[in-house]
């Protein structure tokens, strides 16, 4: 039996602080690696790679990071991305994520990266690849994080480019375990990628999408009965939908939520409105992840800490939610267990 043992009574302490020094062990399931890329090593790799910035420093990139919407965010995102040349570029991107991952009780991590916006820039397949996966190889010992990287796929490009790039990839026998689709998503239906996403399962690949983040909640019945996902990033948008909740609850479908990055992009007003109480009411099995961490204002524990702190989570749901994320996770049956233990084993001696 699942134990999330011990912490529903456990009165909050007034001068706990914002982020518990010793955070819960969790996966981290929904996580763009470019979206870890801080300020401050954009400015550095423009440096070493002789890029001239459209900033004239810190203070006027972070001006930036002021999102009307998904878009708005994007196309900075995108742009940022040009500091990244070389594999060792990619790796030292790696290397920050999972160091401040691992300070944020994160134990597991799949991480997406956007083949195609390297591509595009014409970078080499083998540099943005190799150069994550050259870290993630090593992140067990290292940092304490198992992972697995998942080639995420730009839902505003056409089908046929996605499939020439899992093509490339798995030609290369590149180190993936998954795929993702995300970008632009209003307009990008799942149902444009189906062939894709037959492709990936018959090469045995896990198979995330992101749907219902801005677009409908009938994106997410795309995703799982057009492409067959087994996990919905985002899909905070059922909540507009009770029979397809019912179907998500009653299927224990994995959402992987967001709050932080669904208040910076506007698709919710304040967090104080954002449905994940109410997900969780409805027994919807949500997980919390930080997507885009350098851009929306903290990582799995701010994430963590700001949602406990505006909706008095007890130890109990934020219990909850960490078993949720490993249960969600891709990890080996194995690692699950591994990882349960450590948090159950945490809970009862909190
Ligand atoms: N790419 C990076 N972050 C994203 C998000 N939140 N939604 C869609 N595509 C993304
Ligand atoms: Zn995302």
Redesign the pocket.
């Known amino acids: 039996m699942e134990t999330y043992a011990g912490g529903s009574t456990m009165p909050e302490s007034e001068t706990e602080p914002a982020v518990p020094a010793n955070p819960l062990p969790v996966a981290e399931l929904h996580l763009?690696i470019?979206?870890t890329l801080q300020p401050e090593l954009i400015f550095a790799l423009a440096e070493r790679n002789g890029i001239a910035l459209p900033y004239s420093g810190l203070e006027e990139l972070r001006e930036k990071y002021e999102f009307t919407d998904?878009q708005s965010?994007?196309d900075l995102?995108y742009a940022n991305m040009a500091v990244l040349q070389t594999e060792q570029d990619f790796a030292d991107m790696t290397r920050a994520y999972l160091e401040r991952a691992a300070a944020a009780g994160v134990r597991h991590a799949e991480i997406?990266m956007?083949p195609q916006a390297h591509l595009s820039r014409g970078i080499p397949l083998e540099a943005c690849v190799n150069g994550v996966a050259s870290v993630l190889a090593t992140s067990r010992e290292e940092y304490g994080i198992s992972t697995i990287l998942i080639a995420?796929f730009l839902r505003d490009l056409p089908e046929d480019s996605a499939l020439e790039v899992l093509d490339r990839l798995l030609a290369m026998d590149a180190p993936i375990g998954a795929i993702g689709l995300?970008?632009?998503?209003v307009g990008n239906p799942p149902s444009k990628f189906e062939r894709l996403y037959a492709k990936a399962r018959e090469a045995g690949l896990r198979l995330t999408a992101?749907a219902g983040?801005e677009g409908p909640a009938s994106y997410i019945l795309e995703a799982l009965d057009l492409l067959g996902v087994e996990r919905i990033?985002?899909g905070i948008r059922c909540m507009d939908d009770p029979d397809l909740v019912e179907r998500l609850v009653d299927a224990r479908v994995p959402l992987t939520v967001?709050p932080l990055?669904n208040v910076r992009?506007r698709a919710v007003d304040t967090l104080a409105d954002h449905p994940l109480p109410a997900m969780l009411a409805a027994g919807l099995n949500v997980s919390v992840n930080s997507?885009?961490p350098a851009y929306f204002g903290g990582y799995v524990d701010d994430n963590f800490a700001q949602l406990t702190a505006v909706f008095e989570l007890s130890d109990f749901d934020r219990a909850r939610l960490a078993a949720n994320s490993i249960h969600s996770s891709f990890a080996s049956e194995e690692r699950k267990a591994e990882l349960l233990e450590e948090l159950n084993g945490r809970e009862a001696t909190a």
């Open positions: 763009h470019e979206g998904l965010f994007l995102y997406m956007d995420a995300d970008s632009a998503e992101h983040e990033d985002h967001c990055s992009l997507d885009d």
